[in-house]
C-alpha cells in the first residue's frame, strides 16, 4: 500500500442506545459524515497531506452543530463553553493543542496554529487565545457555538437527569489519515462533558491521550470518558503495542478499549497505521464514524451495523 491513502473519522461514541435515536435523524449524522469525508479524501485524493486531510475532515465536523466540537459544543456547569483540541504530525510528532477555549470558530485550527506557529505544544485559557488572535484566526461570539439541544442537556443534568447518558459525556471528533507519501496524522476535537467542572480538560488534547501520530506506528484519535483515557495514555498506548507487541493496529486498538473498559471507562478509537491498516473500536451503544480509501468509496456507521457506503 505505498502509494495508497485512508481516511478514518469519528463524531464521537456518545450515541443514544440503538432504540433511542430518532431514525429520522440518522441521515443527518451519515450526511454530516459523508461531508466531512469527502473534505478530507479529495485533499488526500490530490496528492495532498495526511495533516491536511485530518484538518480539514474536522473542520467539517466543528462546524457542523450535530457533533459536541466548534459550533455544537456542550455547555459547562456554569453554562459556558469551553473547548479543546490537538493536531499532530506522524512525520517527525510535532503536536499543537489549545484547552479551555471559547471564541476561535475552529479550535482545530488553533491547535494548527499552535504547533505550526509557536515553540509550544499546548495553549490554554486566556493565554490560548491571545495567541490565535496575533494569528489572525476567525473568532464568532458565543451565540454561534450555542444550540438549544446542548442548552436543554444542561438544564436535565442540573436538574439530576440524563446523568448516565453516554451521549453527555463522549461527544468528540477526530480524524486519522495515511497519504500517498505514506505519511500519518492525526486530530481531535472536543466541547467536553455537559455540566463539566469549568477548568476541566479531557483527554482530547493531550498527547498521547486522546490523540496521538507517529508514522513508524499508527495515527489515533480517541472518543469517550476522558480520564480513562488519560490514566491509561490511551492513544500511545496503541502506538506501543504496535512498536513492542508487534500487534495489527486492529488487535491493538481493540486490546486498548477492553483495557478501559475493564478499568470502567468507555469509548472508542479510530486509527490507521503505516500500512494503512484502519481500526474503530467502541465500547459504547455507538460510535458516529466512518472511512474513505483512494477507491473513492465513502462508508459511514453509528452503530454495530453494516456502513452505508456511497
Known amino acids: 500500500m505505498t502509494d495508497q491513502f485512508v481516511l478514518a473519522i469519528h463524531g464521537g461514541a456518545g450515541t443514544p442506545p440503538k432504540g433511542a435515536l430518532d431514525p429520522a435523524r440518522a441521515p443527518a449524522y451519515h450526511d454530516a459524515l459523508r461531508r466531512a469525508l469527502i473534505a478530507g479524501r479529495d485533499i488526500l485524493a490530490d496528492g495532498g497531506s495526511a495533516l491536511d486531510s485530518v484538518t480539514a475532515a474536522v473542520v467539517e465536523l466543528e462546524n457542523d452543530p450535530l457533533f459536541n466540537a466548534g459550533r455544537g459544543a456542550v455547555f459547562t456547569a456554569a453554562g459556558t463553553h469551553e473547548m479543546d483540541a490537538a493536531i499532530m504530525d506522524g512525520r517527525d ?19 494548527r496554529a499552535v504547533m505550526e506557529r509557536s515553540p509550544h505544544v499546548m495553549l490554554a485559557g486566556p493565554g490560548a487565545l491571545k495567541f490565535c488572535r496575533t494569528q489572525g484566526l ?19 443534568v442540573l436538574r439530576g437527569q440524563g446523568e448516565n447518558d453516554e451521549s453527555r459525556r463522549h461527544g468528540t471528533v ?5 497519504d500517498r507519501a505514506g505519511n500519518l496524522a492525526a486530530a481531535t476535537s472536543t466541547g467536553g462533558m455537559t455540566a463539566k467542572a469549568p477548568g476541566r480538560v479531557g483527554d482530547s488534547p493531550v498527547i498521547g491521550a486522546g490523540t496521538y501520530a507517529d508514522n513508524a506506528t499508527c495515527a489515533v484519535s480517541a472518543t469517550g470518558h476522558g480520564e480513562f483515557f488519560i490514566r491509561h495514555a490511551a492513544a500511545h498506548e496503541v502506538a506501543a503495542r504496535l512498536a513492542h507487541a508487534g500487534q495489527s493496529v486492529e488487535k491493538a486498538a481493540a486490546a486498548v478499549i477492553a483495557a478501559l473498559s475493564a478499568a470502567g471507562g468507555t469509548g472508542g478509537i479510530v486509527a490507521v497505521d503505516h500500512n ?10 455507538g460510535m458516529y464514524r466512518g472511512y474513505a480509501r483512494d477507491d473513492g468509496v465513502v462508508h459511514t ?10
Do not use: M
Not at 93 to 111: F, H, S, Y
Not at 144 to 150: N, S
Open 93 to 111: 510528532r510535532r503536536a499543537g493543542a489549545v484547552a479551555g477555549i471559547c471564541g476561535p470558530k475552529n479550535p482545530i485550527l488553533a491547535a
Open 301 to 310: 456507521a453509528i452503530f454495530d451495523e453494516a456502513y452505508r457506503s456511497s
Open 174 to 178: 477526530g480524524a486519522v489519515a495515511r
Open 138 to 156: 476567525d473568532f464568532a461570539p458565543a451565540e454561534y457555538f450555542r444550540t438549544e439541544a446542548r442548552w436543554h442537556a444542561l438544564q436535565e
Open 276 to 285: 494503512g491498516a484502519i481500526a474503530l473500536p467502541f465500547s459504547t451503544p
